[in-house]
């Protein structure tokens, strides 16, 4: 049981470059998200998807788009990546977005730099 | 949106003393979330915390949902608790966005 798996790890790209963050999840859970980490602060949610086949805006969903490909993966894409999207990336999921009660589980984030 | 603060910003501990973290939110939820974030960046659930009180080991937290407010307990702290420490919230009427706070900083030196 791998829990929540983010790749890759490590990313350096130039600006205007294009790229897909993958993550994927082994717990059968409902919805899944990604989130931003910038330096000296919390987590900001760019998209969730509360189940499959469905996405949603969060807070900075500029210059991103996601794919729920299945249950099990949430793909993160930059179209033209810029220096402002250097950032640690982690994805999350939890049982359901529908049910209220339930706690979210991170991978262990992808740190992209773009150059 | 939901606001969520975090007190105090970075705390420093000698090894042994206990410590009390502090989150507030600024509207109703129903959905809480402790997190450690270890030196490697790792992200550790804590506890999941919408109302009462709750320990596992050293750690314990306790949520006031009415007074929009949750305190996380670190007592006899050791080095290996350094890093950050983080509240998310997640609304009554939304069951998707979870905000989280700007984190609590806790050094442990030796």
Known sequence: ???????????????GQS?????????NHNSMY??????????????????????????VPNGYNVSRLNKREFSLRLESAAPSQT?????????SGIALYNEQFFGPGTRLTVL | GIQVEQSPPD??????????????????????????QNPWGQ???????????KQ??????????????????ISSSQTTDSGVYFCAVR????????TFGDGTTLTVKP
């Open chain 1, 1 to 15: 049981n791998a829990g929540v798996t983010q790749t890759p790890k490590f990313q350096v790209l130039k600006t």
């Open chain 1, 19 to 27: 790229m897909t963050l993958q993550c994927a999840q082994d717990m």
């Open chain 1, 34 to 59: 990604w989130y931003r980490q910038d330096p000296g602060m919390g987590l900001r949610l760019i998209y969730y998807s509360a189940s499959e086949g469905t996405t949603d805006k969060g807070e």
């Open chain 1, 87 to 95: 950032s640690v990336y982690f994805c999350a999921s939890s049982e």
């Open chain 2, 11 to 36: 705390l420093i501990l000698q090894e042994g003393a206990n410590s009390t973290l502090r989150c507030n939110f600024s509207d109703s939820v129903n959905n809480l979330q402790w997190f450690h």
């Open chain 2, 43 to 53: 992200l550790i659930n804590l506890f999941y915390i919408p109302s009462g009180t």
């Open chain 2, 56 to 73: 596992n080991g050293r750690l314990s937290a306790t949520t006031v949902a009415t007074e929009r407010y949750s305190l996380l307990y």
């Open chain 2, 91 to 98: 609304l009554n009427t939304n069951a998707g966005k979870s």
